[in-house]
């Protein structure tokens, strides 16, 4: 790729691809912005880098704007250079919390099957991503593993809303499996992104969720990483259930992909516990990165002065419209879930039994190959059918793309769809 503008990539061959998932599910705002780049310069030429214990004011705008866009009583922050390291970090403060109010016995962090929280030891530790754990399954922590809320392949073979939501239900029991004396967190993404392919729970999940955490005073912590910023339509996704977590972990949109960066939002009254007792929290040399606090700070302006929220939840709804009316009965098409401009597709062998292809076929591959000779990038996920494997794209454009644009997605979509689908039946 030798450019980019906007929602759309320019190869060093000339070609030019839509973006159609932003990347990494990162850039919200678009990418070529010159206000963007001249403030950039400005704050390089102002101050450059500061040692983290310093307050810089671009650290002191963004901090009074974040303020204003997490759930009330979410108001201290700690940032880091990404999201891996902001899931290590609300994950080491969860441990810390529970430390200084005298029960270090509580190590131990909850997380779902299908997941992923991260590439460090620890976020990889609370990752189910069979595929992405693999090759370091005997350096992890052995930390339990609940199914996530996912009607279309539901474990325990029950239908919403005839259900005892026997998943939320499965967080209950595996806290009385383990101990609540010995479990420090539960942690998992509102939807789940790259590990399933989208995958939305039901209403009364989060708040369950989070009743049973505050019961057995177990920290929750929602992985807004992928999620955040007004991806889904809401600024954060756990808006949906009217849910506000004890911690909140950040990245990707929070800066638009313009430069790294993560963060955790933690409640106040925890981190003033932690103060109290004088524990130490150490910072990552590039916490709080003035250059990185200015382009979030901006990013998030921009966001609110172009109301990008509210614009990916009215665009979102008509590209969930139109993905429907393209490929809703396409014979590939297992089900189409999302919300705001976070959408995904799960892709089958056959509709009526739910039966993924063959892991050897590698579906997603296959069809982001064929969208993308057509002219649009897509986001592959894969895992979600368990041992049998399973395979999804997804589809999440930057804020800035236009009705003509989310049209073409949903053509383009269509005719990879015939053109993997003829492929796939030709290699099964």
Request: charged content about 20%; overall charge neutral; glycine content about 10%.
């Amino acid at each position: 790729m030798a450019r980019a503008e906007g929602a759309w990539l320019y190869t060093s061959e000339g070609r030019k691809l839509l973006d159609a998932c932003s990347g990494a599910i990162v850039v919200n705002v678009g990418q070529g912005r010159r206000e963007l780049a001249d403030l950039a310069r400005d704050q390089i030429m102002e101050l450059d880098y500061l040692l983290p214990v310093w307050v810089s004011p671009a650290r002191q705008r963004l901090v009074q704007r974040l303020v204003q866009w997490t759930p009330s009583g979410l108001d201290r922050f700690f940032f880091t250079s990404g999201g891996s390291e902001a899931v290590e970090s609300a994950i080491k403060f969860a441990l810390l919390y529970h430390r200084v109010r005298g029960r270090a016995a509580r190590t131990r962090v909850i997380s779902r099957e299908l997941s992923y929280h991260g590439n460090t030891l620890g976020a990889l530790s609370a990752s189910g991503n069979r595929t992405r754990r693999a090759d370091f399954e005997h350096v992890l922590f052995d930390w339990p593993k609940i199914p996530p809320s996912y009607c279309y392949r539901c474990p325990w073979a029950r239908r919403y809303p005839g259900c005892d939501l026997e998943c939320a239900q499965a967080l209950e029991e595996a806290i009385a499996q383990h101990g609540a004396d010995r479990i420090a967190a539960f942690i998992a993404e509102p939807m789940v992104g790259a590990s399933g392919g989208v995958i939305a729970p039901v209403s009364e999940y989060w708040p369950r969720i989070a009743k049973i955490c505050r019961r057995h005073d177990i920290v929750l912590i929602a992985d807004e990483v992928m999620t955040g910023f007004g991806r889904t339509g809401k600024r954060f996704a756990v808006e949906h259930w009217g849910v506000t977590p004890d911690i909140l972990v950040g990245g990707k949109g929070l800066t638009g992909g313009y430069v790294p960066m993560g963060m955790i939002a933690v409640n106040n009254r925890m981190v003033q516990e932690c103060e109290e007792a004088g524990a130490d929290f150490m910072f990552f040399t590039y916490s709080a990165h003035p250059l990185a606090c200015a382009i979030a700070d901006r990013v998030l302006e921009i966001i609110e002065r172009e109301k990008m929220v509210e614009h990916a939840a009215e665009l979102g709804a008509r590209l969930g419209a139109c993905l429907e009316d393209a490929i809703g009965q396409h014979p590939m098409t297992g089900e189409i879930r999302g919300a705001g401009l976070f959408w995904g597709i799960e892709l089958v062998a056959d509709r009526g039994r739910r039966t993924p292809f063959p892991a050897n076929l590698h579906a997603a591959r296959t069809l982001l190959r064929h969208a993308m000779e057509l002219g649009v990038v897509l986001y592959p996920a894969s895992g979600m059918a368990g041992e049998r494997g399973g395979d999804a794209i997804m589809i999440a454009p930057p804020f800035v793309i236009s009705d003509a644009e989310v049209e073409l997605i949903a053509t383009t979509l269509r005719r990879a769809f015939d053109s993997t689908w003829q492929n796939l039946q030709h290699h099964a």
